[in-house]
């Protein structure tokens, strides 16, 4: 179920955002008196799942989610019809059309998903405020796991700042190492100020979705695993754990750190249960699990930072959030190209873009999610690629520059070069996200 509400949420934000999209360039060329063919949600090689005509204009839903388009008659897309080409110009086509007119025409799309996403963001910080976990309320620290450990950080190292400036969402610490290619990161360790020297490859590590630390938090129990050797030994719901023997074992990557080395071991915890002291013997397994969730609801041990907006202020800060996120994502971009980086090798398609959905329908994730998405739209077809709007407008923009219009042959050239090179992407993206999934 959950894979299918994980699917259900992205087919919904992808058919919202392709409709809007093209619904940018079909509204700029009916106001330039501009035919429009087509239009349609998902692609329709050989056969259209749903159809009808309105006016001169064709509407429909084909069977392949990867896109959709609008053909606008007298333009080379990709629907590669070159029989139309051969005609005389018409008034109402886009061929005819002054540059201008047909430059505003392509960025439509574009400009469409890009105040989508503004608005999106303004709605959400209206109506569920912002909510973060502020650096200074991590009280406990940092767990590490062994990518920390090598750069340096140890458990309980509380963080101050980024290359000496404080981050004070401290979920936005990683993302900073990442965007901002961070050279540092100063903690408090024992009291003492620690300056942490991150080695040039920590990009690569991180964007590769190697943990570097995440929030420590006490081991409490939540609830068990069917077969649990903790429930027959006597742990109870709500159990905080104090020692391992004499061991003190407080913190829950600390308990797991001290367990592994007793694997096949008789052991004495002590627990806190509702103020008592209780020891519970219990024999280890082999494979050093006693088969307990952890109560994992950060909100139990840390006061979050909730900001509401009135209605004139999500305005403004709504258009800030859509503007940070994208620039944001424009560095991640350039870090597919990065040699030390190497983001070229996390590109993920389909199924990366929907794993990033909950597993429950949650509408603020889902109209953040969008919004997001909708950035990343509007950014990748603004790329100067022939079979992209952005290649489009290249031409354009050369055509106004100059003077001199490109021929319809190499118009059409550039057309099949442009799709060749989407079709690779495409392929390669989804290929890593299937070697992904084999490689769990």
């Given at each position: ?66 896109g959709g388009y609008v053909k606008i ?136 979705k190697q943990e570097l630390f995440t ?10 695993t069917d077969e649990s050797v903790a ?210």
């Amino acid at each position: 179920m959950e894979v299918l509400i994980k699917i259900g949420q992205f087919l919904l934000s992808l058919s919202i955002l392709i409709i809007l999209h093209e619904f940018g360039h079909f509204f700029f060329a009916k106001i330039f008196k501009t035919r429009v063919e087509k239009f349609y949600l998902f692609f329709n090689p050989w056969f259209s799942l749903f159809k009808f005509k309105k006016g001169e204009t064709e509407y429909g839903i084909g069977w392949l989610p990867l896109g959709g388009y609008v053909k606008i008659a007298g333009m080379i897309d990709e629907s590669m019809d070159m029989e139309q080409m051969k005609q005389p110009p018409q008034p109402y086509e886009f061929r005819s059309k002054p540059s201008w007119q047909r430059l505003l025409i392509m960025l439509g799309g574009v400009l469409v998903n890009f105040i989508l996403a503004l608005a999106i963001y303004i709605g959400v910080l209206y109506a569920w405020g912002d909510e973060y976990l502020p650096t200074q309320e991590v009280k406990y620290g940092i767990a590490v796991d062994s990518l920390g450990y090598q750069v340096g950080f140890r458990s309980g190292d509380k963080i101050l700042s980024v290359d000496n400036k404080p981050v004070e969402n401290f979920f936005k610490i990683i993302p900073t190492i990442v965007l901002e290619e961070a050279k540092s990161v100063q903690v408090l360790r024992d009291s003492q100020l620690v300056n942490i020297y991150l080695p040039e490859n920590i990009t690569h590590s991180l964007i590769r979705k190697q943990e570097l630390f995440t929030v420590r938090i006490p081991f409490i129990v939540a609830k068990f695993t069917d077969e649990s050797v903790a429930r027959q030994a006597g742990f109870q719901v709500g159990d905080r754990m104090l020692k391992i023997n004499e061991e003190e074992a407080v913190f829950f990557d600390q308990f797991r750190s001290i367990l592994m080395k007793h694997k096949g071991d008789s052991i004495t915890v002590t627990v806190d249960r509702k103020g008592q002291l209780v020891k519970i013997p219990v024999k280890v397994p082999e494979t050093g699990l006693l088969g307990i969730y952890p109560e994992g609801d950060l909100s139990k041990f840390f006061a979050f930072r909730h900001v509401e907006y009135g209605f004139f202020e999500s305005i403004p800060a709504g258009i800030t959030r859509g503007l940070n996120t994208l620039g944001s994502y424009v560095k991640q971009f350039k870090l597919v190209f990065s040699p030390t980086a190497k983001g070229y090798e996390s590109l993920g398609g389909f199924i990366t873009m929907g794993s990033i959905f909950p597993g429950t329908w949650d509408w603020q994730a889902f109209w953040s999610l969008t919004a997001f998405l909708s950035l990343i739209l509007a950014f990748m077809n603004i790329l100067p690629i022939p079979a992209l709007d952005g290649g489009h407008i290249m031409f354009l923009l050369y055509e106004m520059i100059t003077g001199r219009k490109p021929s319809d042959k190499f118009l059409e050239r550039a057309q099949m070069v442009g799709l060749v090179i989407l079709f690779a992407l495409l392929i390669y993206a989804n290929l890593n996200d299937i070697f992904r999934l084999f490689a769990r």
